[in-house]
């Protein structure tokens, strides 16, 4: 499952194209195509009419170019935001990716509706990303495990986790917006450069 082989592996059209939308919100079309530029031979390959699935390889350029064009902390920022657009776009156009969408579940206490939330989404993104997720509780946090299958430098995979806490936060807010979720990197991520944690803690809002 992991890449011996030194190939690339795909993310799907589906997914790409939710990354061209969320870049697009964030940046604009010309600070789109300026970084597109930057990440090389794009023409065809990443675009509203027709997006074809990327490769590893090819979301490693686009972050590279990101962090290049608009340095880390800056484009720490702009993962975060398109991970939130990325993740409304799932939303409004596959209705599979959300768990509590009837009343009944919607009844059932936070904790729950977290976890069978967090693990439907998980089992989306699994089928339609190059990295491999999982997911535990403990105590009253929930630890997000990311593998990427590319030895990526660690500045991209350190750039990656604010891509997922966009996308997460994002989708707890929609489950319910009554609390404040608080996403943070787990500190013992830094011991494999390919993978790393996410703690995900809440509490209501005053």
């Known amino acids: 499952m992991f890449n011996t082989n030194n190939k690339p592996q795909l993310v799907s059209a589906v997914f790409s194209k939710a990354i061209y939308y969320g870049a697009l919100e964030i940046l604009g079309v010309d600070g789109l195509e300026g970084l ?17 699935g990327l490769s590893s390889w090819d979301c490693q350029d686009l972050l590279n170019s990101l962090i290049e064009h608009y340095g880390l902390l800056t484009a720490q920022g702009i993962c975060l935001r398109s991970g939130r657009v990325i993740y409304q776009y799932l939303h ?10 009837t009343i009944e579940k919607r009844m059932q206490p936070l904790d729950k509706r ?16 190059a990295c491999q997720i999982g997911m535990e509780k403990e105590k009253e946090n929930w630890i997000v495990r990311l593998k990427l299958i590319e030895n990526y430098h ?7 986790f604010y891509f997922f ?38 509490q209501l809002i005053d």
């Open 92 to 101: 409004r156009n596959f209705p599979e990716i959300i768990f509590n969408n």
């Open 165 to 202: 806490n966009g996308i997460l936060q994002e989708c707890l807010e929609w489950m319910d917006s009554r609390h404040r979720y608080k996403i943070v990197l787990l500190s013992d991520s830094t011991d494999d450069q390919s993978s790393y944690g996410i703690s995900i803690g809440y």
């Open 154 to 160: 660690p500045e991209i995979n350190k750039i990656s």
């Open 36 to 52: 597109l530029k930057k990440a090389g031979d794009w023409d065809g390959k990443f675009s509203d009419q027709d997006c074809q």
């Open 114 to 129: 977290i976890t069978d939330e967090l693990e439907n989404l998980i089992q989306w993104l699994q089928k339609n990303l």
